[in-house]
């Protein structure tokens, strides 16, 4: 009863309310959300270079991504550490040794990074605008924030920001709903390290939601242990084939995987728990033809 409640008081928000980028329905509004997710977690994805520098860094270059992880602190002390402006608008605006460029940003820690909105986005062979993916924002903060470190080769930090991205993408799984809803995505990122948790979103075009927290119940260990990290795998969909009878343009569907948690004893790995199946339910909305999910909606079953 409560869940049907909540619904239908939902339901009553326009999919356009959901999003908070500055523009919705072309793509950017995810994108933004994208740049914020990644900026507020690099730790988590920069970790998955360190931990087993899996991106194949220099000495130099770990020395430098180090930095950038000891500083992210004071870069999020700042009121709006990255904003966003469109060189169509503001023509030269992103404009570097003649080139157009993704971002700019200035040679102090703190200063804002701005990010060129014309190009977060490119349009699909179906003619629909798709928004830059987690490993390709990585690169670009990355990039951006050697410069706080005094890092001025533009070709340098191309190189560097790369690695990141070429191992994310790599690493990063993501699970599209169906053919009539790839809108509807789920991405996990586990990090081969202690200290690190797994992430876990879910995007469906407009919104990005952050679910971390609701696999951590999953994440146990015994008794005298320490839940040190984890590893997501085998993760899925389900859902059900007819839509819920008091509201017919509301569909229930479930993440499912299996969650390994790493259990510590003395900050030493143990291998102590045998993991546990998850399950994440939430509300799917039809609106003119697209499967959105529904905010708030999200539920353990």
Known sequence: MLRTLLISALLMIPASAWSRGDVVGNGIGLAEKRFHYVF???????????????CKLTASEQALALKILEAMPQERLQKK?????????RPGFFVIDGK?????????IGVPIYINLDMT???TFYGSSEPMGEPEVLSILMHEL?????????????????????ALAAELQRVELGFHAAN???????????????QVWITDGLQMFD???MVLPYLTCPAGYTMSGGHISNTHWSWKTTPDPTHPAVWYIWIEGFAMPYCTRGGVYQSVSQGSLFKIGMALSFQNTYYFVVPGSFFHN
């Open 81 to 89: 550490p990255l904003q966003f402006e469109s060189e169509k608008k």
């Open 184 to 198: 509807v995505q789920v991405s996990v990122l586990n990090t081969p390290a202690l200290g690190v948790l797994p």
């Open 121 to 123: 986005v490119r349009q």
């Open 146 to 166: 050697g410069h706080h470190h005094g890092i001025e080769d533009e070709d340098q930090l191309d190189i560097f920001g790369s690695k990141f991205q070429t």
């Open 100 to 108: 157009v460029k993704a971002a700019k940003t200035g040679p102090r």
């Open 40 to 54: 507020q977690n690099i730790e988590s994805f920069v970790g998955l270079c360190l931990s087993g520098n899996l």
């Open 211 to 213: 679910l971390s927290h």
